[in-house]
């Protein structure tokens, strides 16, 4: 019997050590995909603005974004499959946008794990690009290059502070 469970366990462990034990989802790769080329696709679109910027020009116009980035301040990203760049000024800024109706159930998820590499408030993944209308089964990562302060500043008075306190003087 002995010999049995010998074979038995030196069968489980070569079948766990040459076959592995799988951790990783299999759908864990197609996640990290979309997740850097959207990160990428963002940086691209923000250096093509910023650049723009520096050449002393105005703010691409949302019907002609694209013409007036591309090729002259650098190479137009490649979207995700069943996604698309768009570009917006509206009430809540300047902002470009990766939207679609993804046929996976990965798009969502992915695109939000952008939101650690964004400033807080400059990322969001909603339904809709900017502050446009909820539009049921998209989804929309949108990245505001200039985000329009949403709230007016309000006025502080400073607090009264007390003297320093005083130590005594020590005669020597």
């Known amino acids: 019997m002995n010999l049995v469970s010998a074979v038995v366990t ?3 462990v070569a079948t766990v050590t040459v076959g592995g034990i799988q ?3 299999a759908d864990t790769e197609a996640r990290v ?15 093509a603005f910023r650049s723009r910027q520096a050449a002393g020009l105005a703010s691409p116009t949302a019907a002609g974004w694209e013409a007036d980035l591309f090729p002259s301040f650098g190479n137009r990203p490649t979207p995700p499959t069943n996604l698309s760049w768009s570009f917006g000024v509206d009430r809540t800024g300047t902002w470009f946008c990766l939207s679609g109706t993804p046929k996976d159930q990965i798009t969502k998820p992915a ?11 400059y990322y969001a993944v909603s339904d809709a690009c900017g502050a446009g209308a909820a539009q049921a089964g998209r989804v929309a990562a949108t990245y505001w290059i200039v985000k329009t302060a949403t709230t007016t500043p309000t006025t ?3 607090k009264a502070t007390s003297p320093a306190p005083t130590t005594p003087a020590t005669g020597g």
């Open 10 to 12: 030196i069968g489980l």
């Open 23 to 25: 951790y990783i989802g």
């Open 33 to 47: 995909k979309l997740t850097s080329s959207t990160d990428a696709g963002f940086q691209a679109l923000d250096s």
């Open 111 to 121: 695109l939000e794990r952008l939101k650690a590499r964004y400033l807080d408030g």
């Open 156 to 158: 502080t008075t400073p």
